[in-house]
């Protein structure tokens, strides 16, 4: 665990858990979890929860770290629940994604719903059903949607996307595959999906590639329209989330790694650039930054402008002095280039052209 300490600073240490205090292996046994590989860890009411093969075990409620019956002759609500899935086909489970119907078990060929009757999630009351029979890929999990979840399946050569909505403990839930009408766009290798259910949007990607795969959706009155895409980035991806309405994405560039966010809602009060109507927005450029470090030399007369990064090989770099709208298109030497004139007290926006 990590454990922040009253100074700012962290600690990284083994977690003790807790011993058992009554009973014996017989009438408070260990966790089914001892002994197998665990395949994912999660927090579910307040319970932390452990995937084991086709186990699923939580924790004492609000004790974490207590996998024991409080007695040995009763049980209590708030005991640690232990439960496994079944099915005619081997479910072993692999991650698991919370609901307002329960709690979704993800294994590789089935979905189940781990539920319960009653307000109180006991282990008296919980119960596991099955709740669908698709293939998902175990190393990309699931990720919501708001009301729904969309997870991913493999084939040889390609991956497809599927949303699980209607998620219910009375009645089977809805399946739709998002990428039914480009069955062969994705490609195999992808193994990073992020979403954002503000924004409306499946984003999918391979770590060590440039190229993003994008689903955005509007949904009104039941009916969907939809469009996938393609982003390509300035390097490689290593990781991607969304914040609100912003799109973040981790890539490296030779030597370099930079954090670069996108923001999917552009405020017409805020932007950088004024437009003939009036209206203000921001540039459309990757890897933008707003007046960077620059010097003159009056006897060249020339701005030298230091980028805070060194140049991306193979791009295309624009600077765009909003005072005037001039747009340049320099020679980069390693981090910096040089405009004609002095343009110091000017606002000046640099990035690489889409």
Same mark, same amino acid.
């Given at each position: 665990?990590?454990?922040?300490? +009253?100074?700012?600073?962290?600690?990284?240490?083994?977690?003790?858990?807790?011993?058992?205090?009554?009973?014996?292996?017989?009438?408070?046994?260990?966790?089914?979890?001892?002994?197998?590989?665990?395949?994912n860890l999660f927090f579910y009411r307040n319970r932390l929860g452990f995937l084991a093969g086709d186990s699923v075990v939580l924790s004492k409620a609000g004790d974490f770290f207590n996998f024991f019956a409080t007695?040995?002759?009763?049980?209590?609500?708030?005991?640690?629940?232990?439960?496994?899935?079944?099915?005619?086909?081997?479910?072993?489970?692999?991650?698991?994604?919370?609901?307002?119907?329960?709690?979704?078990?993800?294994?590789?060929?089935?979905?189940?719903?781990?539920?319960?009757?009653?307000?109180?999630? +006991?282990?008296?009351?919980?119960?596991?059903?099955?709740?669908? +029979?698709?293939?998902?890929?175990?190393?990309?999990?699931a990720e919501s949607l708001g009301t729904t979840m969309a997870f991913v399946a493999k084939t040889p050569l390609f991956t497809r996307v599927y949303e699980l909505g209607d998620i219910s403990n009375e009645r089977a839930?809805?399946?739709?595959?998002?990428?039914?009408?480009?069955?062969?766009?994705?490609?195999?290798?992808?193994?990073?999906?992020?979403?954002?259910?503000?924004?409306?949007?499946? +984003?999918?990607?391979?770590?060590?590639?440039?190229?993003?795969?994008?689903?955005? *959706?509007?949904?009104?009155?039941?009916?969907?329209?939809?469009?996938?895409?393609?982003?390509?980035?300035?390097?490689?991806?290593? #990781?991607?989330?969304?914040?609100?309405?912003?799109?973040?994405?981790?890539?490296?560039?030779?030597?370099?790694?930079?954090?670069?966010?996108?923001?999917?809602?552009?405020?017409?009060?805020?932007?950088?650039?004024?437009?003939?109507?009036?209206?203000?927005?921001?540039?459309?450029?990757? #890897?933008?930054?707003?007046?960077?470090?620059?010097?003159?030399?009056?006897?060249?007369?020339?701005?030298?402008?230091?980028?805070?990064?060194? #140049?991306?090989?193979?791009?295309?770099?624009?600077?765009?002095?909003?005072?005037?709208?001039?747009?340049?298109?320099?020679?980069?030497?390693?981090?910096? *280039?040089?405009?004609?004139?002095?343009?110091?007290?000017?606002?000046?926006?640099?990035?690489?052209?889409?």
């Amino acid at each position: 665990q990590i454990v922040r300490d +009253s100074d700012g600073s962290f600690r990284y240490e083994p977690v003790t858990y807790n011993d058992r205090t009554v009973g014996d292996d017989e009438t408070n046994p260990l966790p089914s979890f001892v002994g197998k590989k665990i395949s994912n860890l999660f927090f579910y009411r307040n319970r932390l929860g452990f995937l084991a093969g086709d186990s699923v075990v939580l924790s004492k409620a609000g004790d974490f770290f207590n996998f024991f019956a409080t007695s040995a002759v009763q049980a209590v609500a708030d005991d640690p629940i232990d439960i496994s899935a079944s099915s005619t086909r081997p479910a072993i489970l692999k991650y698991a994604r919370s609901t307002s119907a329960g709690l979704v078990l993800f294994g590789e060929r089935d979905q189940f719903l781990l539920s319960t009757d009653g307000d109180v999630l +006991s282990p008296t009351t919980a119960k596991v059903n099955t709740l669908s +029979s698709f293939e998902c890929d175990a190393e990309v999990e699931a990720e919501s949607l708001g009301t729904t979840m969309a997870f991913v399946a493999k084939t040889p050569l390609f991956t497809r996307v599927y949303e699980l909505g209607d998620i219910s403990n009375e009645r089977a839930p809805t399946m739709g595959e998002n990428t039914a009408i480009v069955p062969e766009f994705i490609p195999s290798s992808a193994d990073s999906m992020t979403t954002s259910s503000t924004q409306s949007i499946i +984003s999918i990607g391979t770590s060590g590639a440039d190229k993003l795969y994008q689903y955005r *959706f509007l949904t009104q009155e039941d009916k969907r329209v939809s469009s996938w895409y393609t982003w390509t980035l300035t390097g490689n991806l290593l #990781h991607q989330f969304f914040d609100q309405s912003t799109f973040y994405a981790v890539i490296t560039s030779g030597d370099q790694v930079f954090v670069n966010s996108f923001d999917l809602t552009q405020a017409n009060e805020s932007g950088f650039l004024t437009l003939p109507t009036g209206e203000k927005t921001d540039v459309c450029l990757d #890897h933008w930054v707003v007046n960077p470090e620059a010097s003159y030399d009056d006897t060249e007369d020339e701005t030298t402008i230091t980028l805070p990064y060194t #140049h991306l090989t193979g791009s295309t770099l624009a600077a765009i002095d909003t005072n005037d709208g001039a747009v340049y298109y320099p020679e980069v030497s390693g981090s910096t *280039f040089t405009i004609d004139g002095d343009i110091r007290g000017d606002d000046i926006v640099v990035g690489y052209i889409y």
